[in-house]
């Protein structure tokens, strides 16, 4: 029998990542025993435990420790990690090794080293001047960069939703439209407001049925009381905000009514056509064209703002990026400084945004239908709080439980 | 040729009754002229059109005269209506005329008698004695009563939409998603709020998501309010209101926390045996053992109540009526006072409902599942206002507009 | 410290029992030493595991039983379940043990005794004459019998997924749209092939959808090859079904050219009438009025149905139950003799159903919108694979499956 | 009063157009007289009806020919459209025509000029060396082409459903999942046959559900028949093809066993990076790295592809244009040779295509989910036949009608 000691480290016991372990080792024909186990007594206190694990021979040996090192276990036996340089621009060698979102560290030079922009998707480059690790986009790699290949020495920590606190302790594996949703509001504005107090960057990524249910007074209060740094969106959301402003239609339907406005079908394209003629949206804003509205606000209090281009747009407006992959670098850049990120009523922009976010940053997705929330979970941004709820209600809601909470 | 005249009479620009008639007239080969048409030029004031069409034979003027007499035009030279004995208890003679949720005329001694008790999917039977004709259902029926027989006689004189005014005038062929939510609550707030002024009975058609989405405050507030006079639900929302005042959770789950409770899975049904140890609802309200919540209120104000059993009840609570016939009488007797029907999240009790309220009660349907709203409307519900929305946001903001309206 | 031994019995690696109860235990507060872990070395031969585990008090180590009693853990020094005779009938003294779907024991003279006619949300009661304890609904329950109180003495032993193979090997916790679909069909197949090979009964539950969407032809075909010997639908299914066969139609639209029949909306209200005239559906088939589709060969093959009746129904037909409590006890009887369960297009009956299955019958349950598969899931039904599909499609492809297995 | 006569011609009265125009008359205050109807009396032959319409003043007239114009009244008298040369490059000077995607007219020197290449929400431009009136997206606009200004002089002729024929006889405006679905595929492939008969191309708009349903070989089928000429689709649509091609998976998930793969999570992404190693989808056929699916039979049978980028990319794949701009500009080439549009599982290119399409050409949507459809017909696509049922399925079934047809 083949023996290696490997040890679990943090909130293993609420994560429930040590019965896995075992669990794991039994299913695959190993064997264990525990050698320690030390409970963390107080809440911010750690775990550990050190298992001893068995197996027959020394490939099964790396087909165990291949399965436990999933779920965090380090074997501190463990060689480093292997590297290969690219050998060409824009794809890595056959066998890299694929990131996650979440936290992951790897081995070299015998020591553990925390991955940096950790983001899922991308390989893992070596940066030999400043011996770090990053994540990097396959888009991205440059011929003779140093990219970390297969499984060895490389440490994933899973995120632990139950010592995360605030709204992920609200998180359900199933998606479900029967929740007490004012709880779960109140709790995402805490959350939000607990960020603010901090001075965590908050995200909002958003659909244009934020301006057809009649929200947008909702986010321009969010906006003027500094819920809102940063602004994910499309042209659709810009264009129907801005159609909005000028007509006080959405889709050509008065929001104050309810009713369809004669010729109003034109509305959007012209709103394009006036902000086109503008030269851009803050021009707009400038030359007094724009007066109101969420695009509006956004130019006013210098949220940054990334409009990226769909194949379905009309127009576009001029401040809408239409290349993917310049846009989504420029999300890329603005999520790193990201403390909070709620998304609504938008798959594409919220799965998106759930590819670029590292696991542990708290993210509330809502959305009235509940399959874009079980895409973005089918995804791997299993981390987001999915909210199957109604846009107007629910910012509605949100503004005025914060509203509460700031009078105290 | 064969010709005749027929009328129309009513709002019938509004309602596009007459453009209708005259192209249905040319497409089954007839031809027209219009002999006088008169506008009404205001808002109360009728208008009519007086059309000779010509067919080439009698049967093909049979045709035509049945496909207008649907969209309401009179055939003053119409004949009375053939009446046929019913030959056997709860079953009517083949070739009956199926009632419509609309007003319907039956010719009877060569004068138009307006039907009561309006309802679809009903034979329409003639009470000698009153000289009345009303709609029973199939089941009632007993043998030697006078049916209606086909469509000689009959006239269904359509609602008009555009004149409802009201929570009508928002009505939409489509369910959307994407509508300014709160206008159009807003509107069945006043709808509500000018239906209770008037002296009308309100009625709400509730499911359990309204305690799991954690409404109950807010329709405890409507019912305190004198906004609720009629209740129709089932075992479910009985079951899980009770359940909340007795535990606090709803299936399971904490509603101000939003996490399971341990054992929680168990409290509606502990919830129905400590009610059926009671002897009731009103008994337990009596006893003190049920002290808030929906149910509690509904005693408390007199709120008259239907729970119909389903085949899916756990218990059932004392008060739920297990014959679904029975239960369907109870509310096809209430529905004969209700002025305003709003239908919350359940589309097994809109839907019956739907089949019991003529079409000129005013009734919207709000449910987070655009589907249910699409079966209600291929079931002949359609002049139901259908609002894609989330249950406890919905009802927050509908109490909301309600106290701003009564604030003036 | 308070210690005791506990032993954990079945498949417990497959269904990771052993890993959870020690986390369990953790997070309680407890500790535990693992004395003997024996792994099953074939398919069939189950494993076991003996742990001690330490609280420091009475109290805790109570809790602690009881939680670790709930994953399977036999505390073999348990005492006796506690038994209370009913002081009233209808409903069980406060404090009762309230039943799962899960296989369960109860200790009684010092044995666990397998409780019959498992079903959820009922109580236990004892049988002193047959030294049985079975499941009772809380309306049946008659004073002076005797019922299982709290958790002592009472194990459940969770249904082993993994182990069970077919259909359960595809059950995802997620319900999703994006999953390889005929792969599950074929699965749902050769489970149900299966089933009918080793003589078990096959239940269909079914809603109208299957008529509207064009699926009584494969419906029929299930029946007449042996694959449906159970029917629990209601009015719905049975009169569009039979307005089909008399009429082409559903809900009034021409099933063969997906348009809508003049005069067709009272199409189901005239073919119930015409099955009342005639008495009932068998009736209808003796007397040659109605020769075709599913309820025509339900009376042929001699499936058993429950049509049991909701507050929507027009008429109904008169086979239709229209107590639900009498429906209910009709299903109860019938689903003791079923193996496999495939439940299409209704929320109402499936959920019935679910109420009523034992957690190790397999089940499928089609409906093309997800909410339904949750709200099934959600009311404790978990063991149900749901497949996110569309009726007329899904039953063409079973189908066809059905008959390629056949042929070898 | 003032007094006008309009003509309409076509098939006025299968498209109600005749009615709705007197209606609308009157509704807006107007009178009319009828001057003459003449019916076409075989499915060819055209009818026209000339009506004298008198309103009181000379701008309630214009506002009467404006509305009956948007119905394809034709007024002779009219007056040429105003014509106003772009001020700037890349906007329309305000008050542009904004078009839809309806046949349109422009009168000019007396004569009315169709327009060319029909598109919604666009300008449309005289190209005076042409004589020739065309539609151009906003962005393409360069200063001194001449716009067309206003609604003078214009003249919308609405597609006529009736006489369509083929698939858009089963056109509802209601989104429904209970409809006959085979019916409607039957028809969906009996109009694809007779595209392909006709030498017409024909179109695939396709999402990632395609591949994770399972239904790459049905596809594959329809390609290697001829079915399929030109195909719209994003990044992910090929990734997962090409990550079923080489690993057998689908976002990880073994569509053979509908069980996940061990590492399945990275598949895509490595199948991306393979790819890019070769330098394209070709080139990896050309090597032998890709040797089946979609994208295979694509290059193999030389359809003509968009792959549109979205800011959800991983990769993308080179093959995949990442501007928006120019993914429309190349769809919008492509669009112009179609004759036929199946779009499946994607509402973002569904919607896309839509902006594009005249509503000429016949298109059906496929989606399990209705709300992807209401976006659609919400977006103004209200030609498209949307059908809500299951992708695999659906192609299943689509494949089977078309072998039969072709076998006669």
């Not at 899973?158 to 004012?182: D, L």
């Not at 810009?238 to 009713?259: K, Q």
Request: proline content about 3%; charged content about 20%.
């Amino acid at each position: 029998m083949v023996r290696e000691v490997v040890t679990l480290e943090g909130h293993i016991i609420d994560s429930r990542v040590l019965g896995t372990v075992l669990d794991d080792v039994l299913a695959q024909g190993g064997q264990f025993k525990i050698l320690e186990v030390h409970i963390g007594t107080t809440r911010d206190e750690r775990s550990h435990a050190r298992i001893e694990i068995a197996a027959e021979n020394l490939d099964k040996m790396h087909e165990l420790l291949e399965v436990v090192g999933k779920h965090g276990a380090i074997w501190y036996e463990a060689e480093d990690a292997l590297l290969s340089p690219a050998d060409m621009d824009g794809a890595f060698p056959e066998g890299f090794s694929s990131s996650t979102n979440q936290q992951t560290f790897v081995r070299h030079g015998g020591q553990w080293i925390e991955v940096r922009d950790q983001e899922m998707d991308c390989g893992i480059v070596y940066d030999t001047a400043a011996s770090e690790f990053s994540c990097l986009p396959v888009i991205k790699i440059k011929k003779g960069q140093l990219v970390v290949m297969g499984e060895q020495g490389v440490k994933v920590v899973p995120f632990e939703r139950q010592r995360a606190g605030g709204v992920f302790e609200f998180m359900n594996s199933e998606v479900s439209t029967e929740k007490p949703k004012h709880t779960i509001i109140r709790n995402c504005a805490m959350q939000m407001h607990a960020a603010r107090q901090e001075g965590k960057k908050l995200l909002l990524v958003g659909g244009p049925a934020i301006v057809h249910t009649g929200a947008v007074e909702h986010v321009v209060h969010l906006i003027e009381n500094g819920y809102i740094h940063v602004l994910f969106a499309g042209n659709a959301l810009a264009t129907h905000d801005i159609e909005n402003a000028l007509y006080g239609t959405s889709l050509g339907v008065y929001l104050d009514r309810a009713t369809l406005s004669e010729g109003g079908h034109a509305h959007h394209i012209r709103a394009i056509n006036t902000i086109r003629r503008c030269g851009g949206i803050a021009a707009a804003v400038e030359q007094g064209v724009l007066t109101s509205g969420i695009m509006y606000e956004c130019v006013k209090h210098d949220v940054k703002t990334v409009l990226a281009a769909s194949i379905r747009d009309d127009g576009p407006l001029p401040d809408v990026i239409t290349d993917a992959m310049v846009a989504q670098d420029r999300m890329r850049d603005l999520v790193k400084e990201v403390g909070f990120a709620l998304m609504v009523a938008t798959g594409l922009h919220s799965i998106a945004t759930g590819n670029l976010l590292p696991a542990w940053i708290p993210a509330v997705c809502v959305d009235i239908s509940p399959s874009i929330l079980t895409k973005l979970s089918d995804r791997g941004s299993f981390q987001t709080v999915g909210l199957v709820t109604d846009v107007e209600p629910f910012f509605r809601s949100l503004v005025a439980v914060l509203d509460e909470i700031e009078k105290g």
